[in-house]
């Protein structure tokens, strides 16, 4: 088996296992299984691509650190801040990757209307989210607004890749990206504003599918000669 064959079925692996542990309680396993969803992907990731994007790269390694620190915040609010920190930095790092991972050629891509026309719904869905959540943040206001607009930007710059870089990359990293925001927007909901039973698994089932689309994607950018 090649190594990012081996590093993709690790991955599926323990995205089962955690999907297991978050239904069913399982602590162990999810400290374990959380903590290699990403890793894996960046295994997977190295081996697939001969020309590494350094943002990229980055961008994992802060996700996967976010995902450690928000095992912790159970016994410290603390962690979830942090946790929150390194979420922010890898969504910058994912904007600036995404501007490097387009071809050069900007005659195909997105004109300034259909880029405001596309970003319109992500603006619209994300205000939406923090007027409703504004009166029980307290005193996360301030962060947790800097990371919804981070986070928009993350979707946005997913979007302006259209028309320069492949068909398949495009799709995936956007849909990724979209997975990503929805992720957030139901941890947020059920943290800040109303909880839910099956609120565990639906926010790492959809943080899963996310993370997986976007460097699936990347994976199929290919540069335009």
């Known amino acids: ?13 323990v995205s089962i ?11 162990e396993v999810h400290i374990l299984s959380k ?5 894996s992907l960046i295994g997977y990731y190295m081996g697939a691509v001969a020309e590494r ?10 996700c996967w650190s976010g995902d450690v ?3 912790k915040q159970a016994d410290d609010e ?17 904007i600036l990757a995404y501007r490097e991972l387009r071809w050069t050629d900007k005659a195909s891509g997105l004109r300034m209307p259909q880029k405001l026309r596309v970003s319109f719904p992500v603006a619209l869905a994300g205000t939406g989210l923090i007027v409703v959540l504004l009166p029980t943040l307290g005193g996360l206001m301030v962060p947790v607004i800097v990371y919804a ?5 993350m979707v946005m710059a997913s979007f302006f890749r259209y028309g320069r870089t ?18 957030d927007s139901i941890l947020a909901i059920n943290k800040f504003h109303t909880s839910f039973e099956l609120a565990g698994p639906v926010i790492m089932l959809t943080y899963i599918l996310g993370q997986y689309l976007i460097v699936e994607g990347v994976v199929r950018h290919t540069v335009a000669d």
């Not at 296992?17 to 602590?27: D, M, N, P, Q, T």
């Not at 903590?35 to 890793?39: D, G, K, T, V």
């Not at 495009?170 to 992720?183: D, E, N, R, T």
């Open 78 to 94: 603390m962690f979830f801040i942090l946790g929150l920190v390194s979420f922010l930095i890898g969504h910058l790092l994912y």
């Open 17 to 27: 296992g955690e999907l297991l542990a978050v239904s069913r309680g399982w602590s």
């Open 1 to 13: 088996m090649k190594r990012p064959s081996i590093f993709l079925a690790l991955f599926v692996l």
């Open 53 to 62: 994007n350094s943002h990229f790269l980055r961008a994992m390694f802060f």
């Open 166 to 183: 492949t068909l398949a990359s495009f799709w995936l990293v956007a849909a990724g990206a979209l997975f990503f925001m929805a992720s």
């Open 35 to 39: 903590s290699l969803i990403m890793l």
């Open 149 to 153: 607009i981070v986070l928009m930007g």
């Open 69 to 71: 620190l928000l095992l």
